[in-house]
């Protein structure tokens, strides 16, 4: 998988070099531009989508946040009584998501800094992963699925950037114009393309348009 782990460590600089103070305080209360807005308010909508495929009552289900970021879905995960594991790549969103996690909620999460697929981490009930595999190509994103899935007795829920003209439109204008330093660049996909490349069955959940944040929900079962 030197692909994925090429584009894994690519995220893991972003993230922790370029990029956690703008997602602190895109994932906090505090004021933010008018795009900015519009992604925070897309993410809001497409968390509660993903959640919407969980039971209401998690107690009892181990669940991966994989990808935990600031620790948004890692919370309300446990408020709804699942021990959670919440893993990111990037120590600093780990970090913050250990401060924002309200002290109640603290012996049901386990936070873990490194690679969401570790076999380390055990077997779950159910795995989310929001917005934290639309930077991998759809063999990877298939590999993921697969690995995961070995390990995860229900669903997998997860988003992509679906395969809109925008996105494509932005994908070839990142690839013509490329910048070291710029963020890692999404991949639009069409779900087929990713059920190609993956053993179990997915299934289409719902897309979120709100501005500047366009996210298809996709769930896997092995």
Request: aromatic share 8%; with cysteine.
């Amino acid at each position: 998988m030197a692909d994925y782990s090429a584009t894994r460590d690519r995220v893991h600089h972003y993230f922790d070099h370029s990029a956690t103070k703008v997602w602190d305080r895109l994932t906090s209360d505090a004021p933010v531009s008018r795009i900015r807005q519009t992604v925070r308010e897309g993410r809001d909508r497409m968390r509660a989508t993903m959640l919407s495929r969980l039971p209401d009552d998690l107690r009892g289900c181990r669940v991966l946040d994989a990808g935990c970021g600031t620790g948004v879905m890692t919370a309300e995960l446990a408020t709804r009584g699942a021990e959670v594991v919440a893993v990111d790549i990037s120590p600093q969103l780990i970090a913050i998501a250990q401060n924002r996690l309200p002290a109640a909620l603290a012996p049901r999460v386990t936070f873990a800094a490194g690679d969401m697929t570790d076999a380390a981490h055990g077997k779950f009930d159910f795995v989310m992963a929001m917005d934290s595999l639309i930077y991998y190509a759809a063999p990877d994103i298939g590999s993921i699925l697969d690995r995961l899935g070995r390990r995860t007795r229900g669903g997998i829920v997860f988003t992509v950037a679906p395969k809109t003209p925008f996105l494509m439109a932005f994908f070839t204008l990142g690839k013509l114009f490329p910048r070291a330093d710029r963020s890692p660049t999404m991949i639009p996909h069409a779900p087929e393309t990713i059920a190609s490349h993956a053993s179990g069955k997915l299934a289409r959940i719902g897309r979120v348009s709100r501005g500047f944040y366009i996210s298809e929900c996709l769930e896997y079962r092995p």
